[in-house]
């Protein structure tokens, strides 16, 4: 991306941003001017924090805007080192929405006034567009006629990030799609086994969403009601989804087992062919050994990896979308309120990965040295 494209695209962005918030913050507002506002704040009826939430994330995209113009070289590197730090505000400025969404609704049981519900939406749009911006500006490209020629501008150069080095990973995770793309494309003669799995995965997974709903309703049949046909009933039913539940999960996980070994039995075969169609150099150069390793576990431990994260993705995926509808009929505010927690627990986890990440590969390497040092290579 060119510096002056980002910026250009920053720019246009605050304004816009600036000017929608402004408006349906003046229309959103009963009466009275900013000034009155301000003085007479009140958090649970007025939006000017929102408002100047808005303020404070254009100053930051201004702020990036400007050391991306000036230096192209390290305004980039120093916008990547605090990708972090702007994630932090926009959920910050997330989460807080929400609780100004509930604080509203303490005061306004029915919330009819457009305006306000456009501000509520306009602001999560422009935060995941700040996000977007910030991230955008950081992957430029720097500057070749401000790098020099000598030694220490390479290095710094280097400090900065090569531009094929700043593109190498979303070129690695655009070829990883393309390889989960082309293991699926394997699995086309078994779509049918496949939707028949589907749908005993959905059953299987309404079932577990609706046995907690029901084991409520039998405590309160059995404590607060008193009544031992409600508590009968709600038993039976649970029962029923148990059961139903179980068997699903039973056929679902059979059905998946039989689809991946298939595509176990598939991907061995056009490997097979592939090495049988190979000249006999290919053979001098590489080990039977390694050969026959990919052609019996590696194989194995794809299609197993392949079939696990799909199975465990689609239950998770349907059965999240049941709790969360659940959730939202019987209380929007408490749903809210559980959500607001999500943002900050998926940050913590990104961060530990990170910091995991690097601790397992700074202990391999330094497993791999000690090795060589017994085996008496270093």
Not at 74 to 100: D, E, H, M, N, W
Not at 109 to 135: C, V
Not at 238 to 249: E, I, Q, T, Y
Not at 309 to 314: C, E, M, R, T
């Amino acid at each position: 991306m060119q510096a002056w494209k980002a910026v250009a695209g920053t720019l246009a962005f605050i304004g816009v941003d600036v000017t929608v918030t402004t408006l349906l913050y003046e229309h959103s507002r009963s009466a009275g001017s900013i000034l009155q506002d301000l003085k007479h704040f009140n958090i649970f009826d007025s939006m000017l924090d929102v408002w100047g939430a808005c303020l404070y994330r254009s100053c930051l995209l201004l702020g990036a805007a400007i050391g991306v113009a000036k230096n192209t070289n390290y305004g980039p590197k120093r916008l990547r080192v605090s990708r972090t730090f702007i994630t932090v505000v926009c959920l910050a400025v997330g989460i807080y929405t929400l609780a100004k969404l509930l604080l509203y609704s303490e005061v306004r049981k029915t919330i009819k006034n457009p305006w306000f519900w456009s501000l509520f939406a306009w602001t999560y749009l422009s935060l995941a567009a700040t996000f977007f911006l910030w991230k955008l500006l950081s992957s430029v490209k720097p500057s070749r006629e401000t790098l020099g020629v000598n030694s220490e501008s390479r290095t710094e150069a280097e400090d900065v990030g090569d531009p094929v080095s700043l593109s190498a990973q979303p070129k690695k995770e655009e070829a990883s799609a393309a390889t989960i793309c082309k293991l699926l494309s394997y699995t086309k003669p078994d779509v049918h086994f496949l939707v028949v799995a589907f749908f005993f995965l959905v059953v299987a997974a309404l079932g577990e969403t609706f046995l907690p709903f029901y084991t409520g309703r039998a405590i309160d049949g059995i404590v607060i009601q008193k009544s031992m046909d409600k508590f009968s009933t709600a038993v039976v039913i649970m029962a029923v989804l148990a059961v139903g539940s179980s068997f699903a999960a039973g056929i679902r996980g059979g059905v998946f087992t039989l689809v991946f070994a298939r595509l176990n039995i598939r991907l061995r075969n056009s490997l097979f062919r592939s090495l049988v169609s190979q000249e006999m150099s290919f053979f001098d150069e590489n080990l039977t050994g390694d050969i026959i390793s990919r052609l019996t576990s590696d194989t194995t431990i794809v299609s197993d990896l392949v079939s696990q994260n799909i199975n465990i993705f689609l239950r998770n995926m349907v059965k999240a979308t049941g709790v969360i509808v659940f959730m939202f009929s019987l209380s929007w505010q408490l749903s809210l309120v559980t959500f607001m927690g999500f943002p900050i627990v998926m940050l913590m986890s990104d961060l530990y990965g990170k910091y995991y990440k690097v601790g397992t590969q700074s202990f391999a390497s330094e497993l791999v040295l000690r090795q060589k040092f017994r085996c008496g290579v270093v």
